[in-house]
Nanobody, 125 residues
Framework: QVQLVESGGGLVQSGGSLRLSCVASGRTFSTYAVGWFRQAPGKERSFVASISWSGYSTYYADSLKGRFTISRNNAKNTVYLQMNSLKSEDTAIYYC??????????????????WGQGTQVTVSS
């Protein structure tokens, strides 16, 4: 069993930056690929970024490449999402998730077994 806890969300002005953290419990976290997803008001949850178990492979939603960066520190059981040049359309609840079905970075929501409770990001224009 893995428990995930996100933090780092908040209110930021357009053009600003935030770094989200996802801290996991469980000794085997370093063997899981991890992803970030987001759900904006009135919209379905969508893929943001993912990272392989080793951290060597990453995968991003096309529209977010260049602004968002995912990374991990397995010694701290933590995955990060650095978000720069934020826009109002980035306003959403951001969730981290871990998959046990693959060690590779994946965008498929169905691959993810464990989910955090989410952290709210609000970008004001």
């Amino acid at each position: 069993q893995v428990q995930l806890v996100e933090s780092g969300g908040g209110l930021v002005q357009s053009g600003g930056s935030l770094r989200l953290s996802c801290v996991a419990s469980g000794r085997t976290f370093s063997t899981y690929a991890v992803g970030w997803f987001r759900q904006a008001p009135g919209k379905e949850r969508s893929f943001v970024a993912s990272i392989s178990w080793s951290g060597y492979s990453t995968y991003y939603a096309d529209s977010l490449k260049g602004r968002f960066t995912i990374s991990r520190n397995n010694a701290k059981n933590t995955v990060y999402l650095q978000m720069n040049s934020l826009k109002s359309e980035d306003t959403a609840i951001y969730y981290c998730a871990a998959t046990t079905t693959t060690r590779r970075a994946t965008s498929l929501e169905a691959d993810y077994v464990y989910w955090g409770q989410g952290t709210q990001v609000t970008v004001s224009s």
